[in-house]
C-alpha cells in the first residue's frame, strides 16, 4: 500500500539554524513527491516537487529537498531558518496526494 | 488571480445534524477535489470531479457525505447526519486538470465541529 511517513512529530529550531524535515514513502512505482506547507488558518501551499530527473530540487521560499532512492526518502531542507517558517510541513506522494501526517516547526527567536 | 474560495470558514453543529459546505474554485480549473483533515493528521482525499464527472470517490463514506458539481464549476460537500468523528477541516482544492503535473491549489478550509 501506498503511504508516507513524517517521523517527526514536532521540530523546534532556531532562527538562523539549518532544518532537515524527514519524510520516507512506500510506494509502488516512481512515486511522484511532494512538500507542502500549511500556515494557521490557511490553505496548503506547495513548496516543491519531484517527478524525474535531478534528484535534488529547488522550491519556494529557499527550501530544497533530496529524492533518494535507495532510502525512499524525500528529506526537506533550508540552510537558515526564518521565524515566519513557523508552519505545518506535509510530505505528500502519488497523482492522488497521499499525505504523511505532518510536522510542526516552532522557530525560536 | 483569485484563490480558490470557501465557505463558511466555521461551523458548529450538534450530532445528527446536516451540514454543507461550499467551494468556488480557480477559474478555468476543471479538476475539484475534496479532502479531510482530522487534527494531528495530513489530508485524506474524500472525492475528485474533473468538470461535472466523479473521478473518485473510493473514500467518501457514502452513507453520510454526498457531493455536486452540477455545472463544472461550484462544489458543495454535505455530511447528513453528522457524526462526532466528522470533526475536521474540510479542503478544497482544483488544478487546471487531472494528473500529477498540474499544482493543486488549496482554499483555506472549513473547520467543522460536531458536539
Known amino acids: 500500500a501506498q503511504s508516507v511517513t513524517q517521523p517527526d512529530i514536532h521540530i523546534t529550531v532556531s532562527e538562523g539554524a539549518s532544518l532537515e524535515l524527514r519524510c520516507n514513502y512506500s510506494?509502488?512505482?516512481?512515486?511522484?513527491l511532494f512538500w507542502y506547507v500549511q500556515s494557521p488558518g490557511q490553505g496548503l501551499q506547495l513548496l516543491l516537487k519531484?517527478?524525474?530527473?535531478?534528484?535534488l530540487v529547488q522550491g519556494i521560499k529557499g527550501f530544497e529537498a533530496e529524492f533518494k532512492r535507495s532510502q525512499s526518502s524525500f528529506n526537506l531542507r533550508k540552510p537558515s531558518v526564518h521565524w515566519s517558517d513557523a508552519a505545518e510541513y506535509f510530505c505528500?506522494?502519488?497523482?492522488?496526494?497521499?499525505f504523511g501526517q505532518g510536522t510542526e516547526l516552532s522557530v525560536k527567536p | 488571480e483569485a484563490g480558490v474560495a470557501q465557505s463558511p470558514r466555521y461551523k458548529i453543529i450538534e450530532k445528527r445534524q446536516s451540514v454543507a459546505f461550499w467551494c468556488n474554485p480557480i477559474?478555468?480549473?476543471?479538476?475539484l477535489y475534496w479532502y479531510q483533515q482530522i487534527l494531528g493528521q495530513g489530508p485524506k482525499l474524500l472525492i475528485q470531479?474533473?468538470?461535472?464527472?466523479?473521478?473518485?470517490d473510493s473514500q467518501l463514506p457514502k452513507d453520510r457525505f454526498s457531493a455536486e458539481r452540477l455545472k463544472g464549476v461550484d462544489s458543495t460537500l454535505k455530511i447528513q447526519p453528522a457524526k462526532l468523528e466528522d470533526s475536521a477541516v474540510y479542503l478544497c482544492?482544483?488544478?487546471?486538470?487531472?494528473?500529477?503535473?498540474?499544482?493543486?491549489?488549496f482554499g483555506p478550509g472549513t473547520r467543522l465541529t460536531v458536539l
Open positions: 482544492a482544483s488544478s487546471k486538470t487531472r494528473g500529477s503535473y498540474n499544482e493543486q491549489f
Open positions: 510506494y509502488g512505482a516512481t512515486p511522484y
Open positions: 519531484y517527478f524525474s530527473g535531478d534528484t
Open positions: 505528500a506522494v502519488g497523482e492522488k496526494l497521499i
Open positions: 477559474s478555468g480549473h476543471a479538476t
Open positions: 470531479f474533473q468538470n461535472n464527472g466523479v473521478v473518485d
